[in-house]
């Protein structure tokens, strides 16, 4: 498989919109990220790691274009 949108494996994540989505996003995913490292790792649970990173990425993406658009701004 050529792209990475034809891999099995690959995950787009929750959408993060806006500033507040990103935060919310960040917030909600990082908790159940911290739940299942507290507990046993298992395929399963490893397969969900890697499922909440893909949030995770678009939330910290989202907040990352809004800085550098607010030091733009700023400047």
């Known amino acids: 498989l050529d792209s990475e949108s034809e891999r099995p494996d690959h995950f787009r994540g929750e959408p993060a919109a806006t500033l507040e989505?990103?935060?919310?996003?960040?917030?909600?995913?990082?908790?159940?990220?911290?739940?299942?490292l507290d507990s046993k790792l298992t395929l399963q649970t490893m397969a969900e790691v890697h499922q909440i990173t893909y949030t995770l990425e678009n939330a910290l993406q989202k907040i990352n274009s809004e800085v550098d658009d607010l030091a733009e701004t700023l400047e």
Do not use: H, Q
Not at 22 to 32: C, D
């Open 21 to 36: 989505e990103a935060f919310e996003n960040l917030v909600t995913y990082n908790r159940k990220l911290e739940r299942l």
